[in-house]
């Protein structure tokens, strides 16, 4: 690594270890539930797509997730807010 | 003892299996017990020369499972460590040879003659692995602290319970606590947090290893080997003793920060 490499790495980007950290908590996730890495965004896009035509719904608030299950191998869970006025 | 027939596995190769397996199961024979190391992994031997013993082998797992000798005839008796026995893997035949219920059948029959009995398992997670696991009462994975190897790691343990096997323990291998302090490689917490499996045990980068394996003299024969040391601690640990973990971690010093900016490493 050259100097400024590492003045970058020692006081700028949080450390390797933590990016490794969250890198594979997600990648866990997805395994765990054997699912592909892109299966929550297409999920999400779907959803959204369908959720267009109901004003009462605010699509901006929409959220997806996996989480673990008991008795499936992994569960999306789908947050759909229903708009204020 | 329901810890006796103790499966060594990973998922992803090259972590240390092998040479946990063999010092754990050294150091346990050193301790007056008698111990038998399987070298599972057909067609790929390797724990034999961990324990350097490739010399004297006659007979392989293969050829047991043949029915040509029984297994205590193809046993391989360690000469620098009394009550240590090794029953190889043949190097020849490929991993189909050996069947879950050879390997079954092969512990039923050395089960009353041994304290521990010890299966090094191939990587991957296909046929070999499976045999492996089969007769385990304990399983224990071995990851190193880097993403390839947590990742399979985590396969491992899934496929585990899925053959309604108890939650393996895990070895953390070759954790550099140099790097750890730098923040280049994950921690004992991180990599717990990732995984959450009882831990067994964490062994140090060693540079000293590969010259323990180059000898066929296992790390745990030598009392100022730091590896050695924690691998002994696993054996400890196996046997019920409460030994604490050491964390290997401590946060760098703005000097030291310094110097490692300025310096060459």
Not at chain 2, 26 to 54: F, P, S, W
Not at chain 2, 57 to 73: C, L, N, R, T
Not at chain 2, 259 to 264: A, E, N, V
Request: charged share 30%.
């Amino acid at each position: 690594m050259g100097f400024m490499d590492k003045l970058r790495d020692a006081f700028g980007r949080p450390p390797a270890k933590e990016v490794a950290k969250k890198r594979l908590q997600l990648i866990l996730k997805y395994d765990r539930a054997g699912l592909p890495p892109n299966a929550v965004e297409a999920v999400k896009e779907a959803i959204l797509k369908a959720l267009e035509e109901f004003p009462f719904i605010d699509t901006s608030g929409v959220n997806i997730h996996i989480t673990e299950s008991e008795n499936t191998k992994g569960k999306i869970e789908i947050e759909v807010p229903v708009r204020n006025n | 003892m329901a810890d006796k027939v103790i499966c060594i596995t990973s998922g992803k190769g090259g972590v240390g299996k092998s040479t946990v397996t063999a010092n754990v199961a050294t150091a346990l024979a050193m301790k007056g017990y008698k111990v038998v190391a399987i070298d599972a992994d057909i067609g790929l031997r390797n724990l034999d020369l961990v324990l350097g013993l490739e010399n004297r082998i006659v007979y392989d797992i293969v050829h047991v499972v043949e029915g040509v000798v029984p297994p205590e005839k193809a046993l391989v008796k360690d000469k620098k460590t009394k009550n240590l026995y090794l029953l190889p893997a043949a190097q020849t035949k490929d991993k189909s040879a050996v069947k879950p219920e050879d390997l079954v059948k092969i512990v039923e029959e050395l089960r009353d003659k041994f304290d521990f009995i010890f299966i090094d398992s191939p990587a991957g997670i296909e046929e070999g692995f499976k045999t492996a696991v089969t007769p385990a009462d304990t399983i224990i994975v071995v990851a190193n602290p880097e993403m390839a190897s947590i990742r399979d790691a985590d396969r491992v343990v899934g496929l585990c319970e899925a053959m309604q096997k108890p939650e393996p323990k895990l070895v953390i291998n070759r954790l550099d606590p140099k790097k750890v302090a730098r923040g280049d490689m994950l921690d004992v917490e991180d990599v717990l947090q990732v995984l959450s499996l009882d831990l067994l045990g964490v062994v140090p980068e060693d540079k000293n290893m590969v010259s323990y394996i180059n000898r066929g003299e296992p790390a745990v024969l030598f009392e100022d080997s730091i590896a050695g040391k924690e691998l002994r601690n696993i054996a400890e640990r196996l046997l019920g003793k409460e030994i604490p973990i050491p964390k290997w971690t401590y946060s760098e010093g703005f000097l030291e920060k310094l110097k490692r900016l300025f310096g060459s490493e």
